[in-house]
């Protein structure tokens, strides 16, 4: 159910910020978040690819992109990127 409702975060703060009603703290979390994602070998456009791995930075286990929409994944305060990287 975690991933239910960081997945429903996510995207009602993707509306928040179309509309302009996204908090400033959740906005500057979500900008951080996708400077690491940015230049991410898992990252497949706009997705955290389920497709490609990468090891966890803490602890060296081969981890799978977890296939959400980067955008909406880092405006979830509670989520985690599977690698680690936030």
Not at 20 to 48: F, P, V
Not at 52 to 60: A, C, M, P, S, Y
Not at 68 to 82: E, G, H, Q
Request: hydrophobic share 30%.
């Amino acid at each position: 159910m975690k991933v239910l409702k960081d997945i429903l975060d996510g995207w009602g703060n993707v509306v928040k910020d179309q509309l302009g009603l996204l908090d400033t703290k959740t906005k500057e979390m979500a900008e951080l978040r996708l400077l690491n994602c940015n230049y991410c070998h898992i990252r497949d456009g706009s997705i955290c690819s389920p497709k490609r791995v990468g090891k966890h930075i803490e602890t060296g286990e081969t981890k799978k992109g977890c296939g959400c929409v980067i955008s909406a994944k880092t405006l979830a305060p509670d989520s985690k990127c599977p690698i680690g990287k936030w």
